[in-house]
C-alpha cells in the first residue's frame, strides 16, 4: 500500500508552504489510518459515555473497539428516530451526545425518500470546513493559479425552520454558506454573498448568472454541489438570456429580481456594458449549445461538481455544454458524515474515488453480497470490517460512528473499494442500497436502471438526441405489471428525430440490460408486460423539480428521484407525456 501523492517532483508544479503543510497532513492521516481510527472512536466513546443511548447498551465507559462491537448493534434512522425526536422536542440531557448541539442538519430526502434530522455541533462544522481546506491544497497541486481567477459556482440556501424545542433546522450547505469560515473565501467566487443567501431560488440562480457573466474573463471554474445543477443552470441560461442581457446592456436590474439585498448589491456592481451584452446574445441566439460554456467563459479549466453514482449519467450533456473540460468530483459527503476526498480530481470522471479521512469518524464496512441472505437474527450480527482492512474489488456498506451521536449507523450507500492511498482505502460511489422498482421477484436497483438506461441511449446517437432526465415508475394497476420509465430528451435536428420503430428498440434494449430475474419473469413466467418509455416535453424535469421544492425539497441537494410512486408526481409527469413506446418483442433469455 504505497502512495502515489507526490509533493513534489519534476513532474509535479511547487506548491505553496501552506498548500505543502497540507498536502503532508493528508500524509500523515493515510499513513496512520489505524491509528487515528482507533484514537477516534476512543474520543467519541469517552466524551459521550455518560449519554443516554450509551449507557442502554451498558458500555461502563469502555473505549475499547472489542467492547464498542460486542454491546453496539449495527443500526438504521428508525432506531434513533425517538431519540431524535425527542431532542427535537427540547429534551436538553445527553440522550445520543454529551455536548450541547447548536442544530440539526437536515437531509435532503432524495436518495431514500425520507428527510431525516442529524444533530450537529460548532465543531463538527469546523471539522468539515477543515477538510474542505485540505481539498483546496489537491487542487491547487492539481492545477496551479487558482488564485488568479474566480469561480462561478451555483450555491443555495433553502428557508429555515426550528424544532418544537428552539433548535434551529436546516441543511448542512446553509451552515457552511453562513459561516465564518465561507465568508473568508468569498473572494473566490463571483457570486456576492447576498444573491447565495437569498432563499428564493429563481432570484438566487438569476443573480449568479448575471454576476458570472460579468466577470466572464476572470471565472476559471464553474461549479454546483451535483452535475444535475451545473446542467440546470445552463438550463436557465437557455431560458433567461435575453433578460440577462437586456440587464448587462442597460446597467439596471430585472424588476423580478425584488430582494433588496441583492437590488442594494447589484446597483453597485452593475454598469452599462453593450459589448459584452451583444457578445451573449450572439453566443445564446444559436441553436447549437455544444461548448457555450468554453465561448461564455473562455477561460474555464475545469468543472466542480459530484458526477458519480447516479450522477455520472449527466456527464455526456456536461461534455456537451463545455466542450469536454474536465469535471472534477472532489468529495464524498453526507448530512451524516464527511468521508473522504478525491486525491485525483483530474482523473477521469468514471474513474474517480475518494479517500476515507480517517479523522471525520469511526468507520466499519458490510460486505455488500446480493447473492447472500441477509441477517436478520440479533444472535447473528453483521460481520463487520474496519476501514484499513476491506479489499480491493469488493463492494462495502460503510457503517458511521460519529463525534454527533451516531453509533455503528448504516448510512445505505454501496461503496467499492478502489484501492489505498497509503494505508486508507479510497472508493467508487456505487450506487444508494434501496431497490427502486419490482413488478414479481424482479429488483431492480438505480445502477442497473442507469445501465439500462445508457444501453438505450446508444440508439439514439445516429439521431444526434441525447436523454436529459429520466425517472421510473413500476405500473401494477395493469396484468401483468409493467415498468415504465419517463424520458426527457433533446433533440438537435427535429427533422431528425428518432422515430417510434426506435424507440421501441429502445425499449427492448433496457429489457435487454436488465439481469436474469427480470427476463426470466418477462419471457417465462409472463408476471411482467412490456417495458414502457414515456416521452415527456421538454423543462418537464424543471417543472417537477420546482414542485419539489415548493413542498421543501433542497435545491443544493435535489436529485431526481430515479423512481417516483406519489400520485401527484406520476400526474405531474403524465400531463406532459407527448407520445408512448413499447417493447416490441421478447427480451432474450436462457435456462
Same mark, same amino acid.
Given at each position: 500500500?504505497?502512495?502515489?501523492?507526490?509533493?513534489?517532483?519534476?513532474?509535479?508544479?511547487?506548491?505553496?508552504?501552506?498548500?505543502?503543510?497540507?498536502?503532508?497532513?493528508?500524509?500523515?492521516?493515510?499513513?496512520?489510518?489505524?491509528?487515528?481510527?482507533?484514537?477516534?472512536?476512543?474520543?467519541?466513546?469517552?466524551?459521550?459515555?455518560?449519554?443516554?443511548?450509551?449507557?442502554?447498551?451498558?458500555?461502563?465507559?469502555?473505549?475499547?473497539?472489542?467492547?464498542?462491537?460486542?454491546?453496539?448493534? $449495527?443500526?438504521?434512522?428508525?432506531?434513533?428516530?425517538?431519540?431524535?425526536?425527542?431532542?427535537?422536542?427540547?429534551?436538553?440531557?445527553?440522550?445520543?451526545?454529551?455536548?450541547?448541539?447548536?442544530?440539526?442538519?437536515?437531509?435532503?430526502?432524495?436518495?431514500?425518500?425520507?428527510?431525516?434530522?442529524?444533530?450537529?455541533?460548532?465543531?463538527?462544522?469546523?471539522?468539515?470546513?477543515?477538510?474542505?481546506?485540505?481539498?483546496?491544497?489537491?487542487?491547487?497541486?492539481?492545477?496551479?493559479?487558482?488564485?488568479?481567477?474566480?469561480?462561478?459556482?451555483?450555491?443555495?440556501?433553502?428557508?429555515?425552520?426550528?424544532?418544537?424545542?428552539?433548535?434551529?433546522?436546516?441543511?448542512?450547505?446553509?451552515?457552511?454558506?453562513?459561516?465564518?469560515?465561507?465568508?473568508?473565501?468569498?473572494?473566490?467566487?463571483?457570486?456576492? *454573498?447576498?444573491?447565495?443567501?437569498?432563499?428564493?431560488?429563481?432570484?438566487?440562480?438569476?443573480?449568479?448568472?448575471?454576476?458570472?457573466?460579468?466577470?466572464?474573463?476572470?471565472?476559471?471554474?464553474?461549479?454546483?454541489?451535483?452535475?444535475?445543477?451545473?446542467?440546470?443552470?445552463?438550463?436557465?441560461?437557455?431560458?433567461?438570456?435575453?433578460?440577462?442581457?437586456?440587464?448587462?446592456?442597460?446597467?439596471?436590474?430585472?424588476?423580478?429580481?425584488?430582494?433588496?439585498?441583492?437590488?442594494?448589491?447589484?446597483?453597485?456592481?452593475?454598469?452599462?456594458?453593450?459589448?459584452?451584452?451583444?457578445?451573449?446574445?450572439?453566443?445564446?441566439?444559436?441553436?447549437?449549445?455544444?461548448? *457555450? *460554456?468554453?465561448?461564455?467563459?473562455?477561460?474555464?479549466?475545469?468543472?466542480?461538481?459530484?458526477?458519480?453514482?447516479?450522477?455520472?449519467?449527466?456527464?455526456?450533456?456536461?461534455?456537451?455544454?463545455?466542450?469536454?473540460?474536465?469535471?472534477?468530483?472532489?468529495?464524498?459527503?453526507?448530512?451524516?458524515?464527511?468521508?473522504?476526498?478525491?486525491?485525483?480530481?483530474?482523473?477521469?470522471?468514471?474513474?474517480?474515488?475518494?479517500? *476515507?479521512?480517517?479523522?471525520?469518524?469511526?468507520?466499519?464496512?458490510?460486505?455488500?453480497?446480493?447473492?447472500?441472505?441477509?441477517?436478520?437474527?440479533?444472535?447473528?450480527?453483521?460481520?463487520?470490517?474496519?476501514?484499513?482492512?476491506?479489499?480491493?474489488?469488493?463492494?462495502?456498506?460503510?457503517?458511521?460512528?460519529?463525534?454527533?451521536?451516531?453509533?455503528?449507523?448504516?448510512?445505505?450507500?454501496?461503496?467499492?473499494?478502489?484501492?489505498?492511498?497509503?494505508?486508507?482505502?479510497?472508493?467508487?460511489?456505487?450506487?444508494?442500497?434501496?431497490?427502486?422498482?419490482?413488478?414479481?421477484?424482479? /429488483?431492480?436497483?438505480?445502477?442497473?436502471?442507469?445501465?439500462?438506461?445508457?444501453?438505450?441511449?446508444?440508439?439514439?446517437?445516429?439521431?444526434?438526441?441525447?436523454? $436529459?432526465?429520466?425517472?421510473?415508475?413500476?405500473?401494477? /394497476?395493469?396484468?401483468?405489471?409493467?415498468?415504465?420509465?419517463?424520458?426527457?430528451?433533446?433533440? /438537435?435536428?427535429?427533422?431528425?428525430?428518432?422515430?417510434?420503430?426506435?424507440?421501441?428498440?429502445?425499449?427492448?434494449?433496457?429489457?435487454?440490460?436488465?439481469?436474469?430475474?427480470?427476463?426470466?419473469?418477462?419471457?417465462?413466467? /409472463?408476471?411482467?408486460?412490456?417495458?414502457?418509455?414515456?416521452?415527456?416535453?421538454?423543462?418537464?424535469?424543471?417543472?417537477?423539480?420546482?414542485?419539489?421544492?415548493?413542498?421543501?425539497?433542497?435545491?443544493?441537494?435535489?436529485? $431526481?428521484?430515479?423512481?417516483?410512486?406519489?400520485?401527484?408526481?406520476?400526474?405531474?409527469?403524465?400531463?406532459? $407525456?407527448?407520445?408512448?413506446?413499447?417493447?416490441?418483442?421478447?427480451?432474450?433469455?436462457?435456462?
Amino acid at each position: 500500500m504505497t502512495s502515489d501523492f507526490a509533493l513534489s517532483s519534476p513532474l509535479v508544479p511547487r506548491v505553496s508552504e501552506k498548500d505543502a503543510k497540507a498536502l503532508q497532513y493528508i500524509e500523515e492521516l493515510t499513513r496512520n489510518a489505524a491509528t487515528f481510527q482507533e484514537t477516534v472512536l476512543a474520543e467519541i466513546l469517552s466524551r459521550n459515555a455518560n449519554s443516554e443511548y450509551l449507557q442502554r447498551y451498558k458500555l461502563g465507559g469502555a473505549t475499547d473497539r472489542e467492547t464498542f462491537k460486542l454491546k453496539l448493534p $449495527v443500526i438504521t434512522y428508525e432506531d434513533i428516530k425517538p431519540d431524535i425526536q425527542r431532542m427535537a422536542d427540547g429534551d436538553r440531557s445527553a440522550v445520543l451526545l454529551a455536548s450541547p448541539i447548536s442544530e440539526f442538519l437536515k437531509s435532503s430526502g432524495t436518495s431514500s425518500g425520507e428527510q431525516k434530522l442529524f444533530p450537529s455541533t460548532q465543531e463538527e462544522l469546523d471539522r468539515r470546513h477543515f477538510q474542505i481546506s485540505l481539498l483546496r491544497a489537491v487542487m491547487n497541486r492539481c492545477m496551479p493559479g487558482l488564485d488568479e481567477g474566480k469561480g462561478l459556482y451555483f450555491l443555495f440556501v433553502r428557508p429555515e425552520t426550528r424544532t418544537p424545542g428552539g433548535l434551529l433546522v436546516r441543511p448542512a450547505s446553509n451552515s457552511m454558506y453562513k459561516s465564518d469560515h465561507f465568508k473568508t473565501r468569498l473572494h473566490d467566487y463571483t457570486t456576492p *454573498i447576498e444573491a447565495i443567501l437569498c432563499a428564493d431560488s429563481f432570484q438566487s440562480m438569476y443573480t449568479h448568472m448575471l454576476c458570472g457573466l460579468l466577470e466572464r474573463e476572470q471565472v476559471l471554474r464553474l461549479g454546483a454541489l451535483f452535475a444535475s445543477g451545473l446542467l440546470r443552470a445552463m438550463r436557465f441560461l437557455q431560458i433567461h438570456w435575453q433578460a440577462l442581457a437586456n440587464d448587462i446592456e442597460t446597467g439596471t436590474l430585472n424588476q423580478k429580481i425584488t430582494d433588496p439585498s441583492i437590488r442594494d448589491c447589484m446597483a453597485r456592481i452593475l454598469k452599462p456594458r453593450p459589448e459584452l451584452a451583444e457578445l451573449i446574445r450572439m453566443e445564446c441566439s444559436e441553436e447549437n449549445w455544444e461548448g *457555450i *460554456i468554453a465561448r461564455i467563459w473562455p477561460n474555464t479549466k475545469y468543472l466542480d461538481a459530484v458526477a458519480t453514482g447516479s450522477m455520472e449519467q449527466y456527464i455526456h450533456l456536461l461534455d456537451y455544454y463545455s466542450g469536454s473540460l474536465p469535471i472534477a468530483s472532489m468529495l464524498y459527503s453526507s448530512s451524516e458524515c464527511f468521508f473522504g476526498l478525491n486525491l485525483n480530481p483530474m482523473c477521469k470522471t468514471s474513474e474517480a474515488s475518494y479517500t *476515507i479521512m480517517p479523522n471525520m469518524a469511526y468507520f466499519e464496512f458490510l460486505l455488500h453480497d446480493p447473492g447472500s441472505p441477509a441477517s436478520t437474527s440479533d444472535f447473528q450480527p453483521p460481520k463487520l470490517v474496519d476501514l484499513v482492512d476491506v479489499e480491493v474489488g469488493k463492494e462495502y456498506e460503510p457503517i458511521i460512528t460519529n463525534y454527533t451521536g451516531l453509533y455503528r449507523y448504516k448510512v445505505g450507500d454501496i461503496l467499492r473499494v478502489a484501492g489505498f492511498h497509503n494505508a486508507s482505502p479510497h472508493f467508487h460511489f456505487v450506487r444508494r442500497k434501496d431497490a427502486l422498482l419490482s413488478i414479481d421477484y424482479d /429488483k431492480t436497483d438505480e445502477a442497473d436502471l442507469q445501465k439500462a438506461v445508457e444501453n438505450a441511449s446508444r440508439l439514439l446517437r445516429e439521431f444526434d438526441t441525447r436523454i $436529459v432526465e429520466y425517472t421510473s415508475y413500476a405500473e401494477k /394497476k395493469t396484468n401483468p405489471g409493467h415498468y415504465v420509465i419517463y424520458w426527457e430528451i433533446l433533440v /438537435k435536428d427535429p427533422a431528425n428525430s428518432p422515430t417510434d420503430d426506435v424507440l421501441k428498440r429502445c425499449c427492448l434494449a433496457m429489457e435487454e440490460s436488465l439481469d436474469s430475474a427480470y427476463r426470466e419473469a418477462r419471457v417465462v413466467d /409472463k408476471t411482467i408486460g412490456p417495458l414502457e418509455i414515456r416521452l415527456v416535453k421538454t423543462g418537464a424535469f424543471e417543472e417537477l423539480m420546482d414542485y419539489a421544492i415548493s413542498r421543501g425539497a433542497l435545491i443544493n441537494q435535489y436529485k $431526481v428521484a430515479r423512481c417516483v410512486s406519489s400520485t401527484s408526481t406520476l400526474k405531474l409527469l403524465d400531463s406532459r $407525456v407527448i407520445s408512448k413506446h413499447f417493447s416490441p418483442s421478447l427480451p432474450h433469455w436462457t435456462t
